[in-house]
């Protein structure tokens, strides 16, 4: 096994006067999964493109596997699995047909093929849907297929962009267990993009992408416990008027995001306890808890991870660049 | 170091397997469209029936052909490069849907050469296009005794039919990569059907399928330059011989017609292969 999987240095792409990726270094290694969480645009199906081989390389180095993006996209090819977000089966083939059609296209035929088809359906509980066709099958279930084709030609890196999207909670859990399954059997290293905090946390490690730049870097506990303490989250009647008075009064330094306060607490129950005595009047809410992925989030970028303010999830249809 | 390089489950691409695949996805999915298949033999029986009936008391044969040509037999090569040229074009339409259901980027991501994703996507058209072109041939003359078209004046023996079938799966490569090159760039299918009607079925029209032309000013320069012109006087060549007066002046030669319909051919194919082989951001669209 290579030492790592991927390592890309420099790493800029741009669409016209748009910048993607913005001097991009990341390292990922063999037999991990490491997880790309940004929010929509932040870049992550465009690194993703990248390393899948079909956009081309503008700027900076990128090695897959042992292999030069630029020079030796055939060699990281045959080697890598690639999901993307749209589904790539076709709906109006079996489970079978669009099996066997990408083993061909990998070289594998006859009963070589067979084998390996008959493996993997029996692996992911796909075998008694081989001849259904695909149009027929769930979302969870065609989500399977299509990790189960990724996997056909035996590839060591699997690259998925946001595997989890229009699946339910269950198809999700099913989700990652097989690709933790992958990991120990087959040593397989995954790829995951995500702007799900929770498929986040699942990861071995993690890197938060916004605005094309990594915003930070390491396993989930790591990235959680950089924040130092505990999370407070004020709603209050008027953000910018408090602000100055909890510096002045408690010594603490609140972040303001839209029309809430956040601060982060080392385990000194006394500043929550002076911060309900002394300014109740001027809070309408309260939340004290551990910080989350969204809290490092926030804390690395000013802003939260849903411009928006809204956490909605839905299958995203339009082709995004 | 590094040992993945000698990974005893490396498979390598085979072209030939490639384009099999490619070939039998074309194949597979045309055939569980029952509707396609009905259109696609339908209509062009049914133009060839009502059009012959309607136009052929006022169809004067050209100067090449024997006086006594029906306008059924005139329009009858014709009708067959009609269907070649829709089979062909539909079939890269799928180049579109391909597209847009995500079955193209993960045929882009596997290690195949793109020009046999190109020969693959080719072939599967030209398959389609010969197998309703060859039926319509041999149902077409039989409309005679339903009384729906007069007798042929030309027999297709088994030895005219196989050179028919020979040319016309070189016609439909040709017209396959065409509709390849068009569709390629395209990211809708409503932007196929506007480049076929303004540009592909006037192509059609002004290539002595429907009528001949001769004398017609610009028209006749028109056609003259059409390269499809040449596709369908090959086919009137091999397929009516008896219809075609001794030197038969004013339809270009069999000659002429192979090397011109092969050139077109080729540099069609070689376009397409060109642009398959860019690699550019499009290719995610």
Redesign the interface.
């Given at each position: 096994m290579p030492d790592a999987a991927t390592n890309i240095s420099g790493l800029i792409h741009r669409y016209g006067n748009r910048v993607a990726l913005d001097n991009i270094n990341l390292s990922v290694a063999a037999g991990e999964i490491f997880g790309l969480l940004g929010p929509n645009g932040g870049g992550k199906t465009t690194l993703f493109r990248l390393l899948a081989t079909i956009l081309p390389l503008q700027q900076g180095t990128v090695d897959v596997l042992g292999f030069d993006l630029q020079s030796q996209a055939h060699d990281i090819r045959r080697r890598i699995g690639v999901t993307f977000q749209s589904p790539a089966l076709d709906p109006r083939l079996t489970v079978r047909e669009n099996l066997k059609h990408h083993g061909h296209l990998y070289g594998i035929s006859g009963g070589e093929l067979r084998r390996r088809i008959d493996k993997l359906t029996q692996e992911f509980g796909l075998a008694d849907r081989l001849s259904d066709r695909v149009i027929s099958l769930s979302g969870g279930l065609q989500r399977r297929v299509e990790i189960a084709k990724g996997l056909l030609h035996e590839p060591q890196l699997l690259l998925l962009d946001e595997p989890s999207t229009g699946l339910d909670p269950g198809a999700r859990h099913d989700l990652w267990h097989s690709l933790y399954k992958l990991r120990e059997e087959r040593h397989v290293t995954v790829l995951v993009t995500t702007h799900i905090l929770e498929e986040a946390e699942r990861c071995d490690r993690l890197a938060l992408l916004d605005h094309g730049q990594f915003v930070a870097e390491g396993t989930p506990d790591e990235l959680k416990s950089s924040i130092g303490g505990d999370c407070v989250i004020l709603r209050c009647r008027n953000a910018d008027e408090l602000a100055p008075k909890l510096v002045e009064s408690l010594g603490v330094t609140p972040q303001k995001v839209d029309e809430t306060l956040r601060l982060e607490i080392t385990d000194d129950s006394q500043v929550v306890k002076q911060l309900l005595d002394r300014f109740s009047e001027e809070i309408v809410s309260f939340t004290w808890g551990k910080p989350t992925l969204e809290d490092v989030f926030i804390q690395r970028t000013g802003h939260r991870f849903w411009e928006s303010g809204e956490y909605v999830e839905r299958p995203v249809k339009a082709r995004r660049h | 170091?590094?040992?993945?390089?000698n990974?005893p489950?490396?498979?390598?691409?085979?072209f030939g397997?490639?384009v099999?695949?490619?070939t039998?996805?074309e194949l597979?999915?045309f055939f569980?469209?029952r509707t396609r298949v009905v259109g696609a033999l339908g209509q062009p029986l049914i133009f060839w029936v009502l059009f012959g009936a309607g136009l052929h008391g006022a169809f004067n044969p050209p100067s090449w052909a024997v006086s006594d040509m029906s306008y059924q037999a005139y329009f009858f090569p014709g009708i067959a490069v009609l269907i070649v040229l829709f089979t062909a074009i539909f079939s890269t339409i799928s180049i579109i849907e391909d597209r847009r259901?995500?079955?193209l980027?993960?045929?882009?991501?596997?290690?195949?050469s793109r020009t046999s994703l190109v020969i693959g996507k080719l072939t599967g058209g030209t398959v389609l296009a010969m197998i309703q072109a060859l039926l319509f041939v041999s149902i077409g003359p039989l409309m005679s005794m339903l009384h729906l078209a007069p007798p042929l004046e030309f027999e297709l023996s088994l030895p005219r039919m196989l050179a028919v079938a020979g040319y016309l799966a070189g016609l439909s490569f040709a017209l396959t990569a065409l509709g390849y090159c068009i569709a390629w760039p395209l990211d809708s299918t409503q932007g196929f059907h506007a480049i076929m009607s303004v540009f592909l079925l006037p192509m059609w029209m002004l290539s002595g399928a429907i009528f001949p032309g001769e004398n017609s000013g610009w028209l006749s320069v028109i056609m003259k330059l059409n390269p499809l012109t040449y596709g369908v006087a090959g086919l009137r060549r091999i397929m009516q011989p008896e219809a075609i007066v001794a030197d038969g002046a004013g339809l270009p030669g069999l000659a002429v017609c192979l090397t011109l319909t092969t050139l077109f051919g080729v540099a069609c194919v070689a376009l397409a292969v060109f642009l398959t082989q860019r690699?550019?951001?499009s290719?995610?669209?």
């Open positions: - | 170091m590094n040992t993945t390089t990974s489950s490396l498979t390598h691409p085979r397997l490639t099999w695949t490619l039998m996805r597979v999915r569980r469209q259901e995500g079955f980027q993960g045929v882009l991501v596997s290690p195949i690699k550019s951001s290719d995610t669209r």
